[in-house]
C-alpha cells in the first residue's frame, strides 16, 4: 500500500498524459518568497517575485489593473475598438486583434453589464 502522504505529493497522474508533459516547479519556494500566497496587487512569477519592476498598481487587484489596460479612454466602459486597440500595443497583428475585438466583447458585454437590455 502507498504511503498517503507520497501519493499527496505526486505530480505526475498516469491516466493524464498532459501531467507529465506539463512539468511542475518543484523549487518555486526557492525562487520566491511565499509562492502559495495570492498577492491582491502584484502578478509574481519566479523572475519577478515583487511583481513587474516599475509597475504602478494604484491600488487596484490585478484583474482591475488587467481591464484598465484595455479601458484605453478610462471611461470604464470597454469597447470592441479599445479591445483592438489593447491587442495592437501588445504586439498582435490586426487580423488576431480585429477577432479580439470583436470575439471578446461579444462574449462579456452582456455578463459584465450594468443594467438590463
Known sequence: MENPSEVSLQT???K???????KLNTELEDQM?????ARALVAVDP?????????????MSVLQQHVAFFDR??????????TYQGFRAI????????????LINLTL?????SGNL
Do not use: M, Q
Open 12 to 14: 505526475v497522474a498516469e
Open 33 to 37: 518568497p511565499k509562492p502559495y500566497l
Open 73 to 82: 479612454n478610462k471611461d470604464g466602459i470597454i469597447y470592441p475598438w479599445e
Open 109 to 113: 458585454s452582456y455578463p459584465t453589464s
Open 91 to 102: 504586439g498582435f497583428g490586426i487580423p488576431i486583434s480585429l477577432a479580439a475585438g470583436l
Open 16 to 22: 493524464a498524459p498532459i501531467t507529465s508533459r506539463r
Open 47 to 59: 523572475e519577478c517575485s515583487n511583481g513587474s519592476k516599475g509597475h504602478h498598481h494604484n491600488n
